[in-house]
């Protein structure tokens, strides 16, 4: 409701400018879901604040629900996320993970799992910058949006390995297909490998890879995949809408 103070824990997916010296702090909260709120003075070198509200920041809050925006009245640090992710690999990473969770979070829609895939992502960026952190972590995103893609037959006629070779991964068919079935992208076995061990909870396996053009592929494949389920919700949103 309007008007009453509440506390939570959240990460800051990212922060804008409002006013003089004022910011909004966009955050994946524990329990409310995506909140957006005001801090006040953020941007004098003497804000009470401090650093505590820079993107990536793990913090625990206590906020004042207004009717459209937030205020922010305390924050302090959970733990120093943001300093160990300042480093620009790992920096460029964390970003990356936290847009996805910035699109995938529903505001005011509680979403503890995410809000919780959201620290422990960054959590592992901030122990090692691994190639596939953020691939893996647009997998798991998927897989818990329900949509964990079929890997192991092709989605068409259900044949594969070692009969069948799957060479392909189709986006809108959600999974692999054969030579004779074929409409998606190119896909090849070594990369099929890597996402097995990712969804086949052989995640560190993944992880423990140098970059490579295997990596990359996984990678590519994975934001496909996140873009076109960011794709297809907003335009099933803008449809809902129009009725
Ligand atoms: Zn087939």
Known sequence: ????????????????????????????????????????????????????LEPMSHVRLQLYRGRELDIVTQAESVEPLAPM??????????MAAIEAVDQLGLEREPNPQLYRMAVGVLRTIAERPAPLNVPAFYWKLLRAEGLEPQLDACVRCGEGPPETELVAFDLNEGGVQCRACRTGGSVSPGALAIMRDIFGGRLHQALALDESPLTHEVGSLATRALEHHIERRLKAVAMFERH
Do not use: H, P
């Open 85 to 94: 992710l300042s480093t620009l690999d790992r920096a460029s990473q964390g």
């Open 1 to 52: 409701m309007a008007g009453e103070l509440y506390r939570d824990v959240g990460v800051v997916l990212r922060t804008y400018k409002l006013r003089e010296s004022d910011r909004i702090v966009v955050l994946m909260t524990a329990d409310n879901g995506k909140v957006r709120a005001v801090a006040k003075g953020v941007r004098k070198t003497k804000s009470k604040f401090g650093a505590r």
